[in-house]
């Protein structure tokens, strides 16, 4: 029985002499790809979108927009497009094509769904709104507004348990809040470029909206929702009446779907919302981190960006044709600056790396101050070789310039935020992911998120305490051909 995250780190953490990774897949047991609601009414999004704002002046915007008034069909269509999205196809050697998306997937499994509660959308009738992303149309639920708090528009991002316990088990929550993070990342940065207003919500009563949504509660659940404010903070929101039977089922991916009862168990542990939504003043020394020298690193007067928001959107992938090029310090200045800009408050995460080859800098393991945009040495040497040996031995990771790390201290965010605390650092961990894939994207360099570590491996090498843990890592980096 999993009773707090701590425990569930313990049970699912893979270590290099006992089994615990996973070794075959059932392919008779295959979950579905996209969901599916047969019969549903439907509006097609646009995929036309005209869009030329740079990451550097997105994230460079101290606050959300001012209005949601002059809110377009044409909006939407953006929203969509550059939030989750197709992006591209590989061709494997097999025959079988694997389609990319706007957003990193762990094992390419995209557990995520997104769906959305409107009202005063021109041509879009109010109501809820499931969005199929594979035809990139939106299908109707029900009518009706509702919005909650004088919201216009609502997205909810939810997963579907199975499509990534299919191949993680136990461990796929973990992956679960990962790739929503991600998710919510390009929701809210493309919110962001577009002046649109948002506040984005982790502390949700869960039963509420699995019965808004008509999920099954044991197969999909709703892990982040992000709402767009109108001009009056009453909207008037309806109450949703129970979906029809067949809603519910539409949550189930295979014939023979096998429960993983961890994931379901710290779902549940992790409903009771946060203590406390203060600041957090010093999450790094919770965790045993105490660095003995700090060195500023300033922003880049120009950032050398190649390209927009929405080309990087579409450009996006998981590189691992790193190379042991040094990383010029204009690039490792501007990946640092996109990391630490202030629209993004991660007090329960704390972000460091290892450099391997950046110009200027020692190799050594580094911590970030988010808000000084500085960084604190703890360790000098090559240790990219050590982590990419923990992380399941891929090998390749020890040629990035860079391997980024973000860290908590389970125990601690228990005690300051309760058990959901737990969420909010791993989704804040995917959505510094995000951050990082579209940074690297623009800059012309590689990025590959690495959610498969010995979990107790990469605490030893990075020193800390015993009730903290590394929660994800990305690398980073000039790499052989980035076209
Ligand atoms: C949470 C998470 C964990 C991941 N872990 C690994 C990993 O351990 N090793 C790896 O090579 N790729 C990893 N990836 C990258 C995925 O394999 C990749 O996103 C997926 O295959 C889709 O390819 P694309 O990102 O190029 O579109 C991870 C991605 C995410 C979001």
Redesign the pocket.
């Known amino acids: 029985m999993i009773t707090s995250a701590a425990d569930y780190h313990r049970h699912t953490g893979y270590d290099r002499h006992s089994l615990g990774v996973p070794r075959f897949l059932d392919w008779t047991n295959q979950p579905n790809t996209y969901k599916e609601y047969p019969g549903l009414k439907t509006t097609a999004i646009s995929r036309d979108i005209s869009h030329d704002a740079m990451l550097s002046r997105i994230i460079g915007e101290k606050y959300p927009g001012q209005s949601s008034a002059d809110f377009s069909f044409e909006h939407l269509c953006s929203i969509l497009g550059l939030t989750y999205t197709l992006?591209g196809k590989t061709h494997h050697s097999g025959g079988g094509v694997f389609f990319?998306?706007s957003?990193?997937?762990?094992?390419?499994l995209y557990p995520c769904e997104l769906y959305m509660a409107s009202r005063y959308v021109p041509g879009l009738e109010s109501g809820l709104y499931h969005y199929a992303m594979g035809q990139h149309v939106l299908e109707e639920m029900r009518t009706g507004n509702f919005n909650e708090k004088g919201y216009v528009l609502t997205f909810f991002i939810t997963v579907i348990f199975f499509r990534s316990a299919w191949k993680y088990r136990d461990r796929a929550y973990r992956?679960h809040l990962?790739?929503s993070g991600?998710l919510i990342e390009n929701l809210v940065l493309t919110l962001k470029s577009l002046n649109l207003p948002f506040e984005s919500d982790y502390d949700f009563d869960d039963e509420c909206v699995s019965h808004l949504l008509g999920l099954d509660p044991e197969k999909e659940v709703c892990l982040a929702a992000v709402g767009v404010p109108g001009s009056d903070s009453d909207s008037g929101a309806e109450t949703a009446e129970k979906l029809p039977e067949s809603f519910y089922k539409a949550s189930k991916m295979a014939f023979g779907e096998s429960s993983y009862p961890a994931v379901e168990e710290i779902h549940r542990n992790t409903a009771r919302g946060v203590i406390q939504r203060e600041p957090v003043p010093d999450i790094l020394s919770q965790t045993g981190i105490f660095p003995h020298s700090w060195i500023k690193i300033p922003s880049p007067d120009i950032f050398p960006e190649k390209m927009n928001y929405s080309q990087a959107i579409q450009k996006?992938?998981?590189l691992?044709n790193f190379v042991k090029t040094p990383l010029p310090k204009i690039q490792f200045e501007a990946l640092i600056a996109f990391l630490c800009a202030d629209d993004l408050a991660d007090d329960t995460v704390c972000t460091g790396f290892l450099s391997g080859n950046v110009e200027g800098l020692e190799p050594g393991c580094y911590w970030l101050n988010r808000s000084e945009s500085s960084a604190g040495q703890t360790q000098s040497g090559i240790l990219t070789d050590n982590m990419a040996h923990i992380?399941?031995n891929?090998e390749w990771l020890s040629q990035a310039a860079l391997l980024f790390f973000f860290v908590t201290n389970l125990k601690y965010l228990e005690q300051t935020f309760g058990p959901r605390g737990y969420r909010h650092a791993m989704l804040t961990a995917?959505r510094l992911?995000q951050r990082l894939y579209l940074a690297a994207t623009v800059l012309g360099l590689g990025c590959?998120?690495?959610?498969?570590f010995y979990d107790k491996e990469a605490g030893g090498l990075l020193e800390l305490n015993e009730d903290s843990e590394m929660l994800?890592l990305a690398a980073a980096g000039p790499v052989k051909k980035f076209d």
Do not use: E, W
């Open positions: 992006t990319h998306r957003v990193p997937s762990a094992g390419g992956y990962l790739d991600h996006r992938r998981s691992r992380c399941l891929q995917g992911g590959c998120g690495i959610g498969a994800y």
